[in-house]
Every structure is written in structure tokens, then in C-alpha cells.
């Protein structure tokens, strides 16, 4: 069942499934919503174990509110925070795209908060970590221009038909929250998820990420034939095999 949480001018559609600890803590990518295959491959564990599963739609996608082009990494980092106020015991965090350098950043912000023991892992899927900057980076010289010019661009789309709209003010924002250039602390076991042959996030990409977390236990799994969205019945078994190796250790 859907429930609101209210947060400034928006709501935040979230679904929680009753269970016993460590919960499952879904976030998604960018122009996800929390009724996507991984998305219910990961509720689905949950029912199956037993696990509480927290998911929801960042302001902007899906049932919650708010409107799109007015989102950032910091209005989302906030939701992240806001609806994990809701969790109780210990979290594996568990992130897609974009959704894996937002468990990044919510990690961080509950490390500083003193509330790093309640998670007991992180599993990234294609990891985006800095990704305002891959996009930059991505993005053709004309668009760029257009981006300066304009204050937006609408680029096309493999997962809709609808062009991708990205906003200066989104490119901005991302600055303030970059985690490349220097260790990332997470204080908990990592595993990520990558597909060899994701275009999106390269696995390079994903690689510089390993190369960051210096401090704690990393296992990276790269899936040979994998592409960015790992949604294939192979790869969602992958996904449940890993929660469930992080559950045993």
C-alpha cells in the first residue's frame, strides 16, 4: 500500500513491507520509479525472506509529487534521508544508476550523523557515482553549448520514447555533492552489480568507484553481456543471489 510522506512542497510516495531486520532500502535511477523490475525483484526478496523492504519514488517520478525539472542531487539526497527516517533496525542499501551514488551520499550523511551502524551493506547496480558529471561528459559539444545557452537540453532516450530533459540547475547541484577525488568511507561491505557492455555507466566508471573505497570490503561482479539496465531474468536472480551472500555474512 502507497502512503505520502509530506516534505515541504511535495509528497513522497513510499511502500513499506513489514518485516524482520536488516531491511531492504531501494533506490532508483534517474527516471525510475519504485514499480520497476529490480525494483519488485527486491520487494519480492524481501516477502520471500521475511525482510522489511522500504521503496519510493523520488519528487518529480513516479506517484510523488513535485515537478521534475525542479529536482537536484540535493532535493533527492533529502527525500533518501527523510523516508530512511522511516526504517527501523539495520538497512542494506541498495542502489541502481543514480540511485547508487544517492546510497553513497546517504551513507555519508548518516556517518556524520553518528548513524553509520544501521547499515549492514551497500549493492550498487551500475553505480553513477558523480553522475551530473558523467552526463557532462557524455553529452555532444553542441549539446553542451545548448546546455549553457538555454539552460536545458532534452537529449534522446533508449528507455522512453520521451527525450531525456536536463536541466543547467541539475549539472550545478551535482557539484556539491562529488565524491571522486579522494576516499570514500562507507564503514560496511559494498558489492556492485556491472554490466560490460552498459554504455550509460561505463564499466570504467564503475571501476574508478572500487579504486575510491579503499577502506572497506568490495566485491565487484562484472556481467559479461550485461548492459545498463540488468533487468534481465539472469541478471535479477544475480541481484537476489547477492543480497542474500550479504545476508549470510
Known sequence: MVEFLTLADRQIAVERRAGRSPGLFWLGGFKSDMTGSKALAVDAFGESHGLAVTRFD??????SGGDFDAGSITRWLEESLAVFGLTVGPQILIGSSMGGWLALLLTRELRRRGQGASLLGLVLIAPATDMTELMLEQMPKKYRKLLD???????????????YRINKSLIDDGRQHLLFGRAIEIGCPVTILQGARDRDVPKEHALRLVQHLVNDAVTFTLIPDGDHRLSRPGDIELLQR???GMLGA
Open 242 to 244: 547477492t543480497i542474500e
Open 58 to 63: 523520488y519528487s518529480g517520478h513516479g506517484r
Open 149 to 163: 545557452s538555454q539552460g536545458y537540453v532534452e537529449e534522446p532516450s533508449e528507455y522512453s520514447p520521451e527525450p
